[in-house]
Every structure is written in structure tokens, then in C-alpha cells.
């Protein structure tokens, strides 16, 4: 069943036209990895996903996206409502260094000034630290700060922040890019486990990492989508001579 779907989207950067004319859709309860060289406009796409495009000053978009049947580009929906229902981890860590761990996780009911019972509140970070694999390194140290995790550990607490608001989509900008290879599989291990509870975008300039993680595969080039399907398929047998030759590396 589709959970998002994109409708003759485009967007600018002031006068440059960084993605043209996209159509694609994502499944639910799927991985989906975005792939494609350095500037084609996988992140830009990401970032549209949940309005965060139009943030930036001089950019625009036009087009249509399907979050199930709400079109969150309609002029009267709430960007804030959009973000609550699909979640973000950025390429580095961003955790507030100023509050603890806990807090951290919780930071989307502070930030909101939404009070809950301080058992609800334990409830919901622990249920989100052991949803983001972390929840046994880091039970007992829930009132110490961010800095003193490492790197791997401090981008799960931002999966576990990002989860804890029960968003239905997760957008993962190549999480795992600043991270050594034994956190990159403890953290590519999560989002395998995660997909039975949501619907996951990632983008990756790393190959391996979406034929390991992802069900369906999107090939971008130059703002446009060349080709979307099952991650097998686009690996082995891509339809596209494009997609076939940056798979094999002859260009990207």
C-alpha cells in the first residue's frame, strides 16, 4: 500500500531548478533508498517530504505529494502537523548538548510545551531508546549529556528522538555517512528493525548500504528520477542503461 506518493514535483534554489518533474511513490511499512550522484537532488527531494525545502530562503516548490490521501502541499495544511507525521535524522548527529539524554528524546514534547505525567514520559523514552537499539547502553546514564556518547550512539538517540513522537514516516539523510563501520551496522541493523513499525526514506550515496537495507530503490540523476522499483531488481536487472552504468561505477 502506498504511504507517500509524488505528483509532477518540482523545485528551485532561487533560479536553479534542482528537481524536475518527479513522480514516485513509496510503500508503507517499507525501506526505500534514494540513490544517485552528488547533486541530483536526492536530499532536496527528502526535504520536501516534510516541508523543510521551502525553509530555505529563495526556494520553491510546485507539485503535489500524498502523505495517504493529504496533499501536504494544500495551502491550508499546518507544515508543523506535516513534520509530527514524518520524523528526520540528518546526515550528523544534532542532539542538544545543553539537555540530557532524556530530554533529549523528549525534546518534541518540551519543544511543544506538551505536558505529560512523568511516567508517560519514562514510558515513551525508554519505548523509543530500545525501538532505536540503544536502550541497554544507555539506561543508566539518562542524566548525563549527549557529548558523552560517541558518535553511532548519539545518531541513535536522534533516531529515538525522532521516534518518539510516533511519526508514520522517517526520512534518513545518509545517516551513517560521519559514522565508522561498526556503527553504520548497528544503526543499519535499526532501521531493518523499524520497518515493522514505519515507513522509512533513506538517502545514501553508499550503494551497499541500500542493496543491504532497502525493499525498493529510486535512481536519481540530474534532478530526475530514471528509474523506481525493487531494490533487487534495480541492482541486477535495472531497465535503464543510465541506471545500469552508475550501479557499475562507470560514472558518479
Given amino acids: 500500500m502506498e504511504k507517500i506518493r509524488v505528483e509532477k514535483l518540482n523545485a528551485w534554489f532561487g533560479n536553479m531548478k534542482v528537481l524536475k518533474d518527479v513522480n514516485v511513490s513509496m510503500k508503507e511499512k517499507h525501506i526505500t533508498a534514494i540513490i544517485g550522484p552528488s547533486g541530483c537532488g536526492k536530499t532536496t527531494l527528502l526535504r520536501c517530504f516534510n516541508r523543510l525545502h521551502e525553509l530555505t530562503p529563495g ?11 493529504l496533499n501536504i502541499y494544500d495551502k491550508d495544511v499546518d507544515p508543523v502537523m506535516v513534520r509530527r507525521r514524518i520524523g528526520m535524522v540528518f546526515q550528523r548527529p544534532n542532539l542538544f548538548n545543553h539537555m540530557t539524554i532524556y530530554d533529549n528524546v523528549i525534546a518534541g514534547y518540551i519543544l511543544n510545551s506538551k ?8 514510558n515513551i523514552v525508554e519505548q523509543s531508546l530500545k525501538l532505536a ?18 558518535g553511532g550512539q548519539q545518531q541513535r538517540v536522534c533516531i529515538a ?3 518518539a513522537v510516533k511519526p508514520e514516516v522517517l526520512l534518513m539523510d545518509e545517516p551513517t555517512s560521519a559514522l565508522d563501520p561498526i556503527s553504520t551496522y548497528r544503526i543499519e541493523e535499526t532501521i531493518r528493525e523499524l520497518k515493522e513499525h ?3 526514506i533513506i538517502v545514501t550515496h553508499n550503494m551497499q548500504q541500500a542493496a543491504r537495507v532497502s525493499d525498493d530503490t529510486i535512481f536519481m540523476y540530474m534532478g530526475e528520477v530514471i528509474e523506481a522499483g525493487p531494490t533487487p531488481q ?3 536487472n535495472p531497465k535503464q542503461k543510465l541506471t545500469e552504468d552508475y550501479i557499475t561505477g562507470k560514472f558518479g
Avoid at 59 to 69: C, R, T, Y
Avoid at 115 to 121: A, I, V, Y
Fill in 59 to 69: 526556494a520553491k516548490v510546485e507539485g503535489k505529494i500524498f502523505l495517504d490521501d
Fill in 198 to 200: 514505519i515507513t522509512i
Fill in 234 to 236: 534495480i541492482f541486477t
Fill in 133 to 150: 537499539g540503544i536502550w541497554e547502553e544507555v539506561k543508566n546514564r539518562l542524566r548525563e549529556y549527549p557529548s558523552a556518547l560517541s
Fill in 161 to 163: 528522538r525522532a521516534l
Fill in 115 to 122: 505536558k505529560l505525567p512523568r511516567d508517560e514520559l519514562d
